[in-house]
C-alpha cells in the first residue's frame, strides 16, 4: 500500500501547546485527549467543551441539481427542506452498504453542503463516490475538506457561552435543533449549525478558511474559561457518542452494514422515486432482515472492544461494533450486531474478552437519553 | 510533564514496579505506565494461589481507550490481591505506587531481581 502523508488540521500546533497526546486517526493527527477523558467528558455533559473536528469532510454541490442530486445520493429525503435546514443521512452503495453516513446542508437550491466524515488524503473516498455517480445531473462538485476549518462546542453551557460573542447576524438563541446560519464569529466568516456528536446541546462552527478556524479557537477557549470550559480530544468525543448511541462509521455501520440493520431505517425514503441503493434495500425489507444492531449492558468482567465476538451456547451470533465504560453511567456497555431472534431485549449472550466469555445482557437504547429527552 | 519514579523498588521494561519485603513481592504499575493508559476502568480478576513465571501475564488493566497486559516482574506465587483495586481501578491512576498496588508474590528466585531496572535505571529508560 501507498505510504501515507499525514495530515494536520488547522489547530495541530494548538494542541501541540496544550500538551495534547496525539494519535493518528482516519489519516489525521489528532489529539485523543488533554487532561483526561473521564475529566473532558463531563465538561461536556455539565459545561462546556471544544473539540476540534477539523478533520470532518467537506463536499460542496453547486448548481441547478445540487439538490436533486444530493437527494439522489442519499437514502433521506432532502427535496423539500428549507434553506439554513440540515439533513442526516446514510450515503449507501446499491447494494444497501453504507460509504458513509452524513449531513446534508442546504445553503440555497443550487448550493449544498456535504459534511462526511473524515477518511484519509481529505475524505477522498466520499468525494470519488460522489464525482462516480454524477450522471447527467447538472452539478459540479469540489472537495472542500481541505478548505473548512471545524470546532464543535458541545455542552449545556455552549449557549451562554456563545450568544454573548455573535452579533444581531447570528440570532443564536433562536437558531434550533438541525438549522444553521451564516454570519461573523471573531471577524471570521462561519457557518454555525446547532448540531453535534455528544448528546448535549451543543453547536458545529465552520470556517471558510482553515487558519480562521485558530483565532475561533483560542477565542471560545479563552471566553469560556468563566464556563470551565475544556478542550476536548478525540476519547470524550467518543464517549459522549457513545452513551447516547450515535453510530460512529467504521465501527457500528460500515460499507457491510445496511441501515435496515443498524436502526437507521426511518432515514430510508423508500417513496422517494430513486436513490442509491433503494432497489437492494428494497429487497432487504421485503425478505426482512436477518441481523440487528443493539445496546448490551455488561454487568461485569472487563470492556468489550470493537470486533470481540458475540455468542449464545459458544456459537458466533454476532460481533461487536463499539463497547466502552460508561462514565456519565458508571457502567460498561456495548453496541452489537446480532443475529436475530437473539436481539429481543432482556436477551442473554456472551461476548469473547480474550480468553473468557462474559456475560452480557441485550438492552434499549441509548443507554443515556440526549440532553432534549431526559 | 515527568512521571514519578520511586526509590529502592525495581521496575521492569513493561513498566511494572516490585517492592520486596522479606521474600514477598508487591507488585503494581509505574505512574508512567498509568499516565500512558489515561482513565484506567477496569483491572481482571487476578487469582489468588496461582503460580505465575517471570514475565506471564498476571492481568490484564483496561482504561477507557485502551487495554493492558501487567507482567509477573518475578516468579511466584500470587499470595494476596489488593481488593480495593479490582473494585475501583481508577485508584491505580492516582495512586500508581501506594494504594494502587495490585499482587502481593512469594518470591521464589532472588536472583531474578537482577534482570530488574533500579529506579534510577528506570528514569533513564522512560527519560522522554
Redesign the interface.
Known amino acids: 500500500m501507498q505510504e501515507q502523508e499525514i495530515l494536520l488540521t488547522p489547530l495541530h500546533e494548538e494542541h501541540l501547546k496544550l500538551?495534547a497526546?496525539m494519535i493518528p486517526f482516519d489519516g489525521f493527527d489528532m489529539p485523543?485527549?488533554y487532561t483526561?477523558?473521564?475529566e473532558e467528558h463531563f465538561a461536556v455533559r455539565e459545561r462546556v467543551g471544544i473539540f476540534d473536528v477539523s478533520h470532518m469532510g467537506e463536499i460542496e454541490l453547486r448548481g441547478k441539481d445540487a439538490l436533486s442530486f444530493a437527494d439522489y445520493l442519499v437514502t433521506n429525503s432532502v427535496m423539500k427542506i428549507k434553506d439554513g435546514d440540515i439533513k442526516y443521512s446514510p450515503l449507501c452503495y446499491l447494494h444497501g452498504g453504507q460509504v458513509d453516513d452524513l449531513f446534508v446542508y442546504k445553503i440555497k437550491d443550487d448550493f449544498v453542503l456535504l459534511v462526511v466524515n473524515a477518511s484519509p488524503n481529505y475524505s477522498i473516498k466520499d468525494y470519488d463516490w460522489v464525482v462516480k455517480n454524477k450522471g447527467d445531473f447538472e452539478v459540479d462538485i469540489s472537495n472542500k475538506s481541505r478548505d473548512y476549518g471545524e470546532v464543535a462546542v458541545q455542552g449545556p453551557d455552549a449557549i451562554k457561552l456563545l450568544e454573548p460573542l455573535v452579533k444581531e447576524d447570528i440570532p443564536l438563541k433562536e437558531l434550533k435543533r438541525f438549522k444553521f446560519i451564516i454570519g461573523e464569529l471573531f471577524g471570521k466568516k462561519i457557518l454555525i449549525s446547532r448540531t453535534g456528536y455528544t448528546g448535549e446541546d451543543g453547536f458545529e462552527i465552520y470556517s471558510f478558511k482553515p487558519e480562521d478556524i485558530i483565532d475561533i479557537w483560542q477565542g471560545i477557549l479563552k471566553e469560556g474559561k468563566k464556563f470551565g470550559i475544556k478542550p476536548c480530544g478525540l476519547?470524550a468525543r467518543d464517549?459522549t457518542r457513545f452513551e447516547v448511541c450515535y453510530w460512529l462509521y467504521g465501527n457500528d455501520i460500515d460499507e457491510t452494514v445496511n441501515p435496515l440493520e443498524s436502526g437507521q431505517g426511518w432515514t430510508v425514503k423508500f417513496d422517494k422515486e430513486n436513490f442509491i441503493g433503494k432497489d437492494a434495500l428494497l429487497k432487504i425489507k421485503e425478505k426482512g432482515i436477518s441481523r440487528k444492531l443493539v445496546g448490551l449492558y455488561i454487568p461485569q468482567g472487563?470492556?468489550p472492544?470493537t470486533k470481540m465476538e458475540v455468542r449464545k451456547d459458544q456459537k458466533k451470533i454476532g460481533y461487536i461494533t463499539s463497547g466502552?465504560?460508561c462514565?456519565s453511567l458508571k457502567k460498561?456497555y456495548a453496541m452489537a450486531i446480532l443475529d436475530l431472534p437473539y436481539t429481543e431485549k432482556g436477551s442473554k449472550v456472551d461476548i469473547a474478552i480474550?480468553n473468557r466469555e462474559v456475560e452480557a445482557e441485550v438492552v434499549e437504547t441509548p443507554f443515556l437519553p440526549p440532553f432534549n429527552k431526559r | 510533564?515527568s512521571n514519578k519514579v520511586i526509590e529502592n523498588l525495581y521496575y521492569t521494561k513493561s513498566d511494572e514496579w516490585l517492592k520486596v519485603e522479606d521474600g514477598i513481592g508487591t507488585i503494581g504499575i509505574t505512574d508512567y505506565a498509568q499516565d500512558q493508559l489515561?482513565?484506567i476502568?477496569?483491572l481482571?480478576k487476578v487469582e489468588k494461589g496461582k503460580k505465575l513465571k517471570q514475565d506471564d501475564t498476571l492481568t490484564?488493566i483496561?482504561s477507557?481507550?485502551a487495554?493492558s497486559d501487567v507482567k509477573t516482574p518475578v516468579t511466584g506465587e500470587v499470595t494476596e490481591v489488593n481488593i480495593k483495586v479490582i473494585e475501583n481501578a481508577s485508584i491505580i491512576n492516582k495512586e500508581p505506587y501506594v494504594e494502587g498496588w495490585i499482587a502481593k508474590m512469594k518470591i521464589e528466585n532472588k536472583d531474578e531481581l537482577k534482570n530488574l531496572m533500579s529506579a534510577q535505571e528506570y528514569s533513564e529508560y522512560r527519560k522522554e
Open positions: 500538551k497526546r485523543v485527549q483526561g477523558i473521564i476519547g464517549t472487563g470492556i472492544r466502552n465504560y462514565p460498561v480474550r | 510533564m489515561g482513565d476502568v477496569y481482571e490484564t483496561e477507557v481507550k487495554v
